[in-house]
């Protein structure tokens, strides 16, 4: 299965495994609840999905990588502990507790959260010494005398082993007491990820080229060579970075995060031809309504390549403002209802001057509770910043002065969404001239149709041409058709990039 379908289903287990009676025991008896068993090839994101679903079920988490652990700290440290039986007194070996059970302990103290997930990555890799620790742990859920708590499930997660030669086989035994899912890397359910991510255009732009490279393992006369999620995802935060500091990433950097020297070569070379793009077609230009004829007359002759990089550097810098859109849109959303709850204590009788200031503690106290319970995504965390931050810059003893600050951001929302439709407006301009009905076009209307945050933007504010070609064009599946049609293409060959 992909990550995707995995991730659904370990959501519905966590459900399942959760779900109470009417005297609050759980429904599957804990000795019934199976420990999920994920085996996939490294890097497709088996550990992200885990702090997703942790993250969106409102439970605990606890991660471990297994491999950094001895025997010791998993099942704790043996004591010599006196008891005594039928009258005579025995030297009884104990063991302290396990610093994995502890962490666990320590979850529910610091979140106040009674139920979770424990995930053990790299279940399979664990010295000898550990492994049948490991065993204990999947068939009895215990780490040598200590029980996982009630309410906490355990996940873990391997590699095969044509990935890892440290891989050890699971007998029948085991196999027979865990749910295994075997998940495989899948670039469709990867780009829905990483364009919530806001992983680099450029990266994407590549992909929707090459989606043969985005996982590789190949072993040659060098060695293992390998592509892999992480590496896309990890490569994207560098040139992030890099560009905030106006660096460039070379063929060289890019071998450190996508281990296969051809496909570092071709992503160095397509990602400057990507940036060139950018420069010479004035992208920037092109949203405000700027456009010279020998941009038009250039794109008659451009490969395909050239053509899908326009749209897909269009697409991205349209992005950029319905991100912004959004971000206005939640923090309003989260204003409103302080206010909202504020105004209505405000009209009680019983309401205190300093009502603002203990509402805005108890939210800012609610809202660092969720953060380290591990509740929200990096996006999340800088709404709540943003939100937090302008609450106690209009921090008020009455509700018409607080409201102030409240409706100058909803004058700022309106003005960027009106830029933003103007901006959306030139750029079908544009993707009309050069384009017309085409097969550009499917992909401009496509990718703003599957991007979550230009979606919700298009469903509150109206666009005839995007409903136009929303309903004309066969989302989805002519796009697929389309781009598959370039496995066949040679526009994109080594010797054009070295041309240029």
Known sequence: MNIEKAKTEIKNTVKAYLMKDDEGAYVIPEIRQRPLLLIGPP??????????????????????????????????????????????????TEYTMSEIIASIYRKMRESGLKEGILFIDEINCVSETLAPTMLQFLQCKTFGNQKIPEGWLIVAAGNPPEYNKSVKEFDMVTLDRVRKLEVEAELDVWKKYARNQHVNSAILSYLELRPQNFYRVEADVDGMQFVTARGWEDLSNLIEAYNALGLSVDEEIIYEFLQHQDIAKDVSAYIDLYYKYKDDYGINDILEGNVTSD????????????????????????????????????????????????????????????????????????????????????????IYRKIIELLKENAAADFETARTGFDKWCEELEKLEEKTGICLENAFDFMEAAFGNGQEMVIFVTELTINSESSV????????????????????????????????????????????
């Open 457 to 500: 933007y298009l469903s509150e504010n109206k666009c005839d041409r995007y409903m136009k070609y929303n309903e004309q064009l066969l989302i989805g599946t002519r796009k697929a058709q389309l781009l598959s049609m370039l496995e066949k293409d040679e526009i994109y060959e080594t010797e054009h990039m070295r041309d240029f």
């Open 43 to 92: 890097g497709i994101g088996k550990t992200q999905i885990i702090e997703q679903v942790a993250r969106e079920c409102k439970i605990g988490l606890v991660s471990y990588t297994i491999t950094h652990h001895t025997r010791q700290s998993a099942v704790g440290l043996p004591f010599i502990k006196e008891e005594e039986f039928e009258g005579e007194k025995y030297s009884v």
């Open 295 to 382: 941009i038009y007359e250039r794109l008659t002759r451009a490969s395909f390549d050239e053509r899908l990089s326009v749209v897909n550097l269009l697409n991205s810098a349209l992005m950029v403002y319905f991100s912004k859109v959004a971000l206005y849109h939640s923090v309003a959303d989260e204003w409103f209802a302080f206010l909202k709850e504020f105004k209505a204590k405000r009209e009680s009788a019983d309401a205190g001057e300093k009502l603002y200031q203990t509402m805005l503690d108890e939210y800012v106290c609610n809202i660092e509770s969720n953060r380290k319970a591990g509740f929200y995504t990096r996006s999340q965390e800088k």
